[in-house]
C-alpha cells in the first residue's frame, strides 16, 4: 500500500491508500473521487484519467510512458503541461508513497 | 424518472415505429431510413455502407425503421457528446431485450446512471482490467494452438465455427464459471435474442435464458468459485449484500454481452485478413505494431452500437430533440468519421492514436473491451505464426447476419 493525495480544482485534498501495483487511476475511481473518470479502464484507449502531478514528484513519476500517452495527453481536454500524465499509466511501488498529483478542471 | 435500484419498474417511455409515428417536432428534411441492421445495402457490406453515411445522410437525423425510430448520430463528436452526458442521454431502457413487466429488472450496471453505475463495475473492473486480463493470456494462447492444431491439415475451415465461436467464448465461460460445454446452446440463445428481430422469439429466448442462469446463481451461493459470476453473488454494494435482482441483472447482463462481440469482431477481421494479403504480410513484417494493428483493425469492424433515451430537451446540431426520443450512435459509421480519421476505409497502422468508438465511451464504456483487444492480439499472433496464407473459399458469396451485432454469418476459408 501506498498514499496518493488528489487535489481537486478547488484545492480540496483527499488522501487514499492506492495498492502496490495498482495504479492511480483506480485509486480515484475505488475512493469515489471526482475529477478522475477513467473511462477506458486504463486500455490507454482515451484520455479521461489526466492529472498534472505535483513538482515536487515529477521526477519521481517521470514522463510518458509510452508513444500511445503521449499521444493521448495531446488530445487532453484539459491544457497539457509539462507535468501532465495519464493517471493510469502510474503504478504504485514504494518510491511514490505520498504521491500528490492535481485534477484538471476537465476531462472532456 | 429515477432509477431505484431494488425495486426495477418497467420504464414508460412509449415505444415508437414507423413512418406513421415520427413525433411532430421532427423536421421533415430530417426523416430518412437507413435500413440498419436488415436493409439490403446495407448487408451488402455493412462496414463500407456505414463509412459512406457520411456523404448520404445529414450528420444527425431521424431514422423510421419498423423496429423503431431514433435519431442516429454519425459523428464521433456527437456520439462523445450524447454518451458523456448521462442528464441528458440516460440508459434506463436504452437496452431492447424484453422482459416479464411484472418481474422486471434492470441490466446491470447497463442500464444504470452514475453515480450507482461505478458501484457496480468496482465489483467486476479487477477481473476486466488490462492487468486482471492478462492472467488469461497464457491459456488464451494454448486454447487458440489447440484450436489451430485441429484443422491446420485440413487446409481448409468454416472460420466462424472452428475457431470465431470456440475461441471467445471459451475464454468468457472459464472467466465466468460456467460450463464450456454449454458453448453451443448458449451461443443459440445469444443468436436468437441478438439477431432474431422478432420479439417473440427473443421473450421466449429471455425466458430460457433466465431460467438457466437463476438455477446456476443459486448453485454459486451454495459453491462459491473464483468466477466472475460468484463474485457476483457474493459481492457487497453500499455495504449490503446485493439482491436477487441485481445479481440477476448483473450476470445476464455479462451473459449476453460475452458471447457474441468478440465472435463478430473475429468474423470480420479475418475477413479482412484473407481479402487482404499484402497487409497481412506487412503485419506479420511489424510484430511490434500489434497493438497499433489491433486498434485500427478494431476502428474498422466495430460491431455494435450505443442507444440512449433522451430525458431532458437538448439541442444539438441545431437539432430539436426531446425528452423521450431514442438516439442511438451508430459507433462503426462514427468511426469512419472523416473529421477525425482522414481518409477513413484506409486501414493505416500508423494512425495516431484518437478515441475509436469500438468499445464506446462515457461511464458505460464496454467493461469487456481489455478482454477483447487481448484476445484479438494473441488470435491474430496465433494463426498468423501458423497459417500466415489463407483466402476465403473460391466462389463463397459472404452473407450478413441482420442484428445488432454486425458480422458475416459464415466465413469458409482455404490455405
Redesign the interface.
Known amino acids: 500500500m501506498g498514499k496518493v493525495t488528489y487535489v481537486g480544482v478547488d484545492g480540496s485534498r483527499t488522501t487514499v491508500e492506492v495498492a502496490e501495483?495498482e495504479n492511480v487511476m483506480?485509486g480515484a475511481?475505488?475512493n469515489?473521487i471526482d475529477g478522475i473518470?477513467g473511462?477506458?479502464?486504463?486500455?490507454?484507449?482515451?484520455?479521461t484519467c489526466h492529472c498534472y502531478v505535483d513538482d515536487s514528484w515529477a521526477d519521481r513519476v517521470g514522463t510518458p510512458a509510452s508513444?500511445?500517452e503521449d499521444?493521448?495527453l495531446a488530445?487532453a481536454s484539459a491544457p497539457r503541461r509539462a507535468t501532465s500524465r495519464l493517471s493510469c499509466q502510474i503504478v504504485m511501488d514504494p518510491a511514490i508513497d505520498g504521491l500528490i498529483v492535481h485534477l484538471p478542471e476537465t476531462q472532456? | 424518472m429515477a432509477i431505484d435500484v431494488l425495486n426495477p419498474t418497467p420504464p414508460d417511455f412509449k415505444r415508437v415505429a414507423g413512418r406513421d409515428q415520427v413525433p411532430p417536432h421532427v423536421p421533415e428534411e430530417l426523416i430518412h431510413s437507413a435500413g440498419i441492421t436488415f436493409g439490403p445495402e446495407f448487408l451488402a457490406a455493412p462496414h463500407a455502407y456505414m463509412a459512406a453515411m457520411h456523404q448520404k445522410f445529414p450528420p444527425l437525423y431521424y431514422d423510421v425503421s419498423p423496429f423503431g425510430n431514433a435519431w442516429l448520430a454519425i459523428k464521433h463528436e456527437d456520439a462523445?457528446k450524447v454518451l458523456?452526458n448521462p442528464e441528458v442521454f440516460s440508459n434506463e431502457g436504452a437496452t431492447p431485450f424484453p422482459r416479464d413487466p411484472d418481474d422486471y429488472f434492470y441490466f446491470i450496471p447497463q442500464e444504470i446512471d452514475p453515480?450507482q453505475h461505478?458501484k457496480y463495475?468496482?465489483i467486476v473492473?479487477p477481473m476486466?482490467?488490462?492487468?486482471g486480463v492478462l492472467k488469461l493470456e497464457a491459456t488464451m494462447r494454448e486454447l487458440a494452438n489447440e484450436l489451430i492444431d485441429e484443422i491446420i491439415a485440413n487446409g481448409q475451415c468454416e472460420f466462424t465455427t472452428a475457431f470465431g465461436r470456440p475461441f471467445p467464448v471459451t475464454i468468457f465461460l472459464r472467466l465466468m464459471g460456467l460450463p464450456v460445454e454449454m458453448t453451443d446452446t448458449f451461443v443459440d440463445w445469444a443468436v436468437s435474442l441478438l439477431h432474431s428481430n422478432d420479439r417473440a422469439i427473443m421473450a421466449e429466448t429471455m425466458t430460457k435464458i433466465s431460467a438457466y442462469l437463476k438455477a446456476a446463481i443459486e448453485e454459486k451461493k451454495r459453491q462459491p468459485d473464483d468466477g466472475v459470476v460468484s463474485r457476483i453473488v457474493h459481492a457487497q454494494i453500499d455495504g449490503r449484500p446485493m439482491h436477487d435482482k441485481e445479481i440477476f441483472g448483473f450476470v445476464i447482463f455479462l451473459f449476453i454481452g460475452g458471447l457474441d462481440t468478440v465472435f463478430a469482431t473475429l468474423n470480420n477481421i479475418w475477413l479482412w485478413l484473407a481479402n487482404n494479403p499484402d497487409r497481412r504480410r506487412e503485419m506479420i513484417a511489424d510484430p511490434g505494431n500489434i497493438?497499433a494493428q489491433v486498434?485500427e483493425l478494431l476502428r474498422v469492424h466495430s460491431v455494435t452500437f450505443s442507444g440512449r433515451t433522451i430525458v431532458k430537451d437538448h439541442e444539438m446540431r441545431g437539432v430539436q430533440l426531446k425528452a423521450g426520443d431514442k438516439i442511438t450512435c451508430i459507433l462503426p459509421a462514427c468511426n469512419f468519421d472523416p473529421e477525425v480519421f482522414p481518409n477513413p476505409t484506409v486501414v493505416d497502422f500508423h494512425r495516431?492514436?484518437?478515441?475509436?468508438l469500438a468499445?464506446t465511451?462515457?461511464?458505460h464504456?464496454c467493461?469487456g473491451?481489455?478482454l477483447a483487444?487481448l484476445e484479438t492480439k494473441v488470435a491474430i499472433q496465433e494463426w498468423l505464426k501458423r497459417i500466415p496464407d489463407f483466402a476465403v473459399k473460391p466462389g463463397t458469396q459472404i452473407v450478413y447476419r441482420p442484428g445488432g451485432v454486425v458480422g458475416p454469418h459464415h466465413l469458409p476459408l482455404v490455405w
Not at chain 1, 473511462?39 to 484520455?47: D, F, K, N, R
Not at chain 2, 476486466?128 to 492487468?131: D, G, I, T
Open positions: 501495483g483506480r475511481l475505488y469515489a473518470i473511462e477506458c479502464g486504463g486500455g490507454l484507449a482515451c484520455a508513444r500511445e499521444e493521448l488530445a472532456y | 462523445l458523456r453515480p461505478r463495475r468496482n473492473d476486466f482490467s488490462p492487468q497493438n486498434e495516431p492514436r484518437q478515441i475509436v468499445f465511451v462515457g461511464v464504456s467493461m473491451a481489455h483487444r
